[in-house]
Antibody
């Protein structure tokens, strides 16, 4: 059974760095056909893809957020980590991690974590 | 970046209706499109990938079509459980989601 679960702080202050962890189970991060992506959704708004990481450590980032994003993985712990620097209230959103097959569609999603940016 | 423009943004329909949601890509993306359904407070659920392949377990009333720049998601006979927000997504070049279509009860 494939599962993904996000964890991290639910409240961060402006200018702080957000670090989120996605714990995966039911498939190996080392599987060449799989990747894990991060997507966010501000309250009441649309989905926005942020980043993904492939099993060969290839990474891709949303161009508009690239300078602030880092994605990494720890295959021994079956975890993928996303960091977003210099947080702003506009970054308030539900953050999801999701599995993608062959850099394509997202077939399994975590439940999401709502992160609020406020002083 | 490839933009995905969905229409309409809101759709009012009744149980039993046939509805179609359209997504237009800013450039040709072959058939690299997926569709998702999202209900309030929950993660999106995959419905269709490769423009027309229905995910296992998704009811047969859902179908997708299109190629190039224009894509559609059709629900053949709306059921009460189908009232939700729908998103298209391209994966031809990185990933982009449409702005969503909220399907409401008329």
């Amino acid at each position: 059974q494939v599962t993904l679960k996000e964890s991290g702080p639910v409240l961060v202050k402006p200018t702080e760095t957000l670090t989120l962890t996605c714990a995966v189970s039911g498939f190996p991060l080392s599987d060449a056909k799989m990747a894990v992506g991060w997507i966010r959704q501000p309250p009441g708004k649309a989905l926005e893809w942020l980043a993904h990481i492939l099993s060969n450590d290839e990474k891709a980032y949303n161009r508009s957020l690239r300078s602030r994003l880092t994605v990494s993985e720890d295959t021994s712990k079956s975890q993928v980590v996303l960091t977003l620097t210099n947080m702003d209230p506009a970054d308030t959103a539900t953050y999801y991690c999701a599995r993608t097959r062959g850099s394509g569609w997202f077939d399994y999603w975590g439940q999401g974590i709502l992160v609020t940016v406020s002083s | 970046d490839i933009q995905m423009t969905q229409s309409p943004s809101t759709l009012s329909a009744s149980v039993g209706d046939r509805v179609t949601i359209t997504c237009r890509a800013s450039q040709s993306i072959s058939a690299w499109v997926a569709w998702y359904q999202q209900k309030p407070g929950t993660a999106p659920k995959l419905l269709v990938y490769k423009a027309s392949v229905v995910e296992r377990g998704v009811p047969s009333r859902f179908s997708g079509s299109g190629f190039g720049t224009e894509f559609t998601l059709t629900i053949s006979s709306l059921q009460p459980d189908d009232f939700a927000t729908y998103y298209c997504q391209q994966y031809s070049n990185l990933y982009t989601f449409g702005q969503g279509t909220k399907l409401e009860i008329k």
